[in-house]
């Protein structure tokens, strides 16, 4: 916990010299009352008071527990850009304190929007929240705002800050752009790009090259649940056989997925997916790998929406959408990382009821 609130010291304070309240303090009481369910600065402050006995066991609280306006007024000013930082330092300490070592497998980079979140007459621009997800260790390494809505900005600002060697970072077609490519080869990792019209001359090539290769080796599944099927083919082809390429940094083959679902009512959806790949897959492997990178929505995303209520949090003025966003995320990840075999919900309710299960999700950390 004591390393946890030096991190959260380093967070620069927007107020007064004079203000009350000490940030670090502040901010780790919002964390603890997200860790225990609070979903708004009024639950946080409620929580606050509630706790306020076990938290002087770990606090000062000279003045204190801050109202719900001051928890309000200091996340509308606080910089989104320092509590990110602020989030991806904690986690280097907390892999370092969990014995784990940088990311190794695939990395999924994708955008959340804080869909309430937005400022009145605003409704169709919400700020988007974009995570960088390890899915070995089911960890968010990285969140940080996308600045006026542009995720592709703020997904390269969060790459220069993170260790992927090995890695194969993997992205939608938003994404699927030089500078994306040369950053997560500066990174020392490979890609594995989703491939759309956005790319016009790049995604004519590879429709063009699988149309005229004729029977390919492919890796099929098929998979049956809940009354619905899917059937997918996976086929790979390397860069040399796509006639005439558009340059693209590092890419050396493309995917073709296909896939088709039948719901319960019997009707049919198809669909093909191309990827840009920066290293020859095998058509099982590639198949993992696309699949994989779905985790960040199962795992982070409907956690966000469904544990969190993020979809449903009304806070909207100034940078507060933004930084109470890191804050769920943070307190995602220390419940994730818990050993307990219990879902998070579980764990939070656990955090709520029990004193030493609170004390616990930090303390075994060391």
């Avoid at 039948?262 to 095998?282: E, H, M, N, Q």
Wanted: hydrophobic fraction near 45%; include cysteine.
């Amino acid at each position: 916990m004591s390393s946890l609130i030096t991190i959260l010291r380093e967070v620069r304070d927007p107020r007064d010299p004079n203000a009350r309240h000490d940030l670090a303090e502040l901010l780790f009481v919002a964390l603890a009352a997200t860790l225990c369910g609070a979903k708004s600065c009024v639950e946080i402050a409620e929580f606050g008071e509630g706790r306020e006995e076990e938290l002087r066991e770990i606090l000062v609280l000279e003045h204190g527990v801050p109202s719900h306006d001051t928890f309000s007024r200091v996340f509308r000013l606080l910089d989104p850009a320092e509590l990110s930082r602020a989030f991806s330092a904690f986690m280097t300490a907390l892999r370092r304190g969990l014995g784990l070592p940088p990311p190794q497998g695939v990395v999924a980079i994708d955008g959340k929007a804080l869909r309430r979140g937005y400022e009145k007459g605003k409704a169709h621009l919400p700020p988007l929240m974009v995570s960088v997800w390890d899915s070995e260790t089911r960890l968010a390494v990285a969140a940080a705002r996308a600045p006026g809505g542009s995720e592709v900005k703020a997904t390269l600002d969060l790459l220069k800050g993170l260790t992927l060697k090995g890695c194969t970072v993997t992205a939608d077609a938003l994404h699927c752009h030089p500078a994306m490519a040369e950053a997560v080869l500066a990174a020392k990792a490979q890609y594995a790009l989703g491939l759309k019209g956005n790319h016009g001359p790049l995604f004519a090539a590879a429709e063009a090259a699988f149309a005229a290769a004729g029977d390919l080796a492919f890796f099929e599944t098929r998979e049956r649940a809940h009354g619905r099927s899917e059937w997918r083919r996976v086929s790979v082809l390397p860069v040399r056989r796509l006639a005439d390429p558009p340059s693209f940094p590092g890419l050396k083959a493309i995917g073709r997925i296909e896939a088709e679902r039948t719901g319960g009512d019997g009707k049919v959806k198809r669909a093909v997916r191309y990827i840009a790949l920066s290293k020859l897959l095998s058509t099982r492997r590639l198949a993992q790998v696309v699949r994989t990178h779905w985790t960040i929505e199962n795992q982070l995303h409907w956690t966000l929406d469904v544990v969190f209520d993020e979809d449903d949090a009304r806070t909207r003025k100034n940078n507060g959408p933004e930084n109470l966003a890191i804050i769920r995320r943070l307190a995602h990840n220390i419940l994730r990382a818990h050993p307990l075999d219990k879902p998070l919900a579980s764990k939070m309710r656990r955090a709520k009821w029990s004193k030493e299960f609170f004390f616990e999700l930090f303390t075994y950390m060391r």
